[in-house]
């Protein structure tokens, strides 16, 4: 049975892989899993200069879901070059690092600061990240704009680059195909949900930031419709993920066109949400018949009559 | 290290209205587990409620392999876990930075248990605690009467009303001289248990711990700094992953320059030097 995919040139042993931000630096996981069981570790929003991040609180539960406003705290991009991507690079799992910044060219210092480093084989480009001020969602909102960042981004590495998407659009395949056009390997999709919560009691937002992005099960329907929309327009692969939880849940993005998938938020709930969505993802395919992986990506497309 | 467990509740308990006490059989986490830490258990089933419950270990019984957890209902997923009828639990843990122990012993750091030179401060010990702030103490007082400490410990405990002194019995029993305060004048002192605290700091303590709602913490913080005693605070935050990955509990500290800085609740914590938690 064959797991392996090409993610726009990033090769993974499985389809799974861990959503940027919710999974740390990866080890904060290992007690729990076999980090080597993962089909790549996407690791935490990094930009050119240490972020302090928001003020508290900063997550608030909602139906089936959460918000967040963290405000990519990070250490910068020289620490997580220096003292964290080797730390990884021993593990024998591909790293694909997040990256942000507040203009075109915050993103391509931290892009070429990370060309080359032990371990990773590739990048995420975060244009839409709802809780900070600038950059992240500006860029994620305007197809000019998150095509000069591809571009930028592009030009400062030879590693793969993946483009990720926000849902916070009013036409998310006009902003794959701005990507798409500039030079994207791949596309993620998708980012968080702008939202806010409101405490009755106290008669004030939840979370110290006001609004924040939402994630969880009460995300995937969109999510889903997000990766069924792009796959019919843009041919680039695509990283499915918004409130997967379950393998039955990876298999709806994969089955409406996604190549891989990323398991967020589920790992706060179940800490080995990510090996049980491959065991769930082999174990569907032997019951029903299917020897690679490959075969079922948009497989749910061609089931629909004229489409 | 952290396990991930789904065990058996051995039993579950109502020690007050609105407030439930859960035992569960867990060696391991039991043999692992420090004062102050914490376990990070799942609701139910379903989505809803999505997160973890972080919840502070009450007691260990390392004999028996149980554990205990002492907590408020205060909204659905609390509820959910107070009468979870089917018996089992999903557990990860222990989980966190404890209270560091032994710190009375250097703060004082003769052996005669005279005051050490420049602090004027004694080897005795003061645990503080508030409202459901209690849980975590309970534990920490198992250890410290474990180690013999209990003589030269007083313990300081406050809630709304006489009822909901959860720990006052069980702490007394152990050996320690407990005084009480309640806000509505029921038992002990009427007032903040901070109160109590104003008078017991004259005694130049060599330690304080304390646990409770976070302005009590911050009262007790700024009554360390001004008699200059040095202590712990166990604090609360919002927390998702409990492991340290996502950042959520983020807790404004003061690091060795003076600058502010945010630190995790869940992993750096959640016991803080109370000289860094910036309120």
């Known amino acids: 049975m064959n797991l392996a995919v090409n993610l726009g040139g990033i090769k993974m042993k499985n389809p799974v892989a861990t959503a940027s931000g919710t999974f740390g630096f990866g080890l904060e996981y290992q007690p729990y899993i076999d980090l080597q069981r993962l089909g790549a570790i996407i690791v935490k929003g990094t930009t050119p200069s240490p972020r302090a991040g928001n003020p508290p609180p900063r997550i608030a539960e909602t139906p089936s879901g959460m918000l967040n406003a963290i405000g990519l705290q990070n250490p910068g991009v020289d620490r997580v070059v220096e003292e964290i991507l080797p730390r990884l690079a021993g593990l024998g799992t591909p790293v694909i690092v997040n990256i942000a910044g507040d203009t075109v060219e915050d993103y391509a210092l931290v892009a070429r600061k990370l060309d080359g480093a032990p371990g990773v084989v590739g990048l995420e480009v975060n244009i839409s990240c709802p809780n900070v001020k600038k950059g992240g969602i500006q860029f994620g909102s305007d197809p000019r704009s998150a095509a000069e960042v591809t571009r930028a981004v592009k030009a400062a590495t030879g590693l793969p680059v993946i483009v990720k998407l926000s849902p916070n659009v009013t036409d998310i395949v ?21 939202g806010m919560a409101i405490d009755v009691d106290r008669r004030r937002p939840v979370l110290g ?3 924040g992005g939402l994630s969880g099960p009460a995300v995937r329907p969109v999510a889903v419709r997000a990766v ?11 990283l499915g993920m918004g409130g997967i939880m379950t393998a039955r849940d990876a298999l709806e993005f994969i089955l409406a066109g996604a190549t891989a998938v990323a398991v967020g938020t589920a790992n706060f709930v179940n800490p080995r949400a990510t090996v049980e969505v491959v065991e769930g993802i082999e174990q569907y395919m032997r019951e029903n018949g299917f020897t690679d992986i490959n075969e079922l990506t948009g497989l749910a497309q061609r089931n629909v009559a004229g489409c | 290290m952290s396990q991930l467990v789904r065990t058996r509740i051995t039993s579950r308990e109502e020690p007050a209205p609105g407030f439930c006490l859960i035992e569960f059989y867990a ?20 989505s809803d409620p999505l997160l973890r419950r972080p919840i502070s270990i009450h007691a260990v019984n390392r004999r028996d392999g149980l554990v205990r957890i002492l907590f408020q209902v205060v909204g659905r997923g609390t509820a959910l876990l107070a009468r979870s009828g089917e018996g089992m639990i999903d557990v990860m843990g222990p989980l966190g930075r404890g209270f560091s122990r032994g710190q009375a012993c250097r703060n ?25 702030g209690v849980a975590p103490l309970h534990f920490l007082l198992q250890e410290i009467a474990g180690s013999g400490e209990s003589g030269r410990t007083t313990v300081l405990l406050g809630a709304r009303s006489a009822g909901q002194l959860l720990i006052r019995e069980a702490v007394e029993k152990m050996g320690f001289v407990v005084h009480v305060a309640t806000d509505d004048g029921t038992a002990g002192h009427h007032g903040p248990v901070t109160g109590l605290l104003a008078n017991a700091l004259r005694r130049h303590p060599g330690f304080v711990y304390a646990c409770g709602p976070a302005p009590m913490l911050k009262t007790v913080c700024a009554l360390l700094a001004e008699a200059g005693v040095p202590g712990e605070v166990s604090v ?13 509990c983020a807790c404004r500290v003061r690091d060795a320059g ?3 800085t945010y630190r995790r609740a869940c992993v750096d914590g959640p016991v803080f030097p109370a000289g860094e938690v910036v309120w």
């Open chain 2, 258 to 260: 003076g600058r502010e």
């Open chain 2, 27 to 46: 060696p391991s986490l039991a043999r692992a587990a420090q004062p102050g830490q914490f376990v990070h258990i799942r609701c139910g089933e379903g």
């Open chain 2, 108 to 132: 004082c750091n003769n052996s005669s248990g005279n005051a050490p030179a420049g602090t004027g401060n004694t080897g005795d010990i003061i645990v503080v605690g508030g409202g459901i």
């Open chain 1, 209 to 211: 930031n006001v609004t």
């Open chain 1, 228 to 238: 069924w929309q792009v796959y019919r327009a843009v041919s680039l692969p695509i």
């Open chain 2, 236 to 248: 609360e935050e919002r927390m998702a992953c409990g492991v340290g990955a996502c950042l959520s």
């Open chain 1, 174 to 194: 006009a902003m794959a195909e701005a990507v798409a056009e500039a030079g994207a390997d791949a596309l993620s999709m998708i980012n968080t949900l702008l």
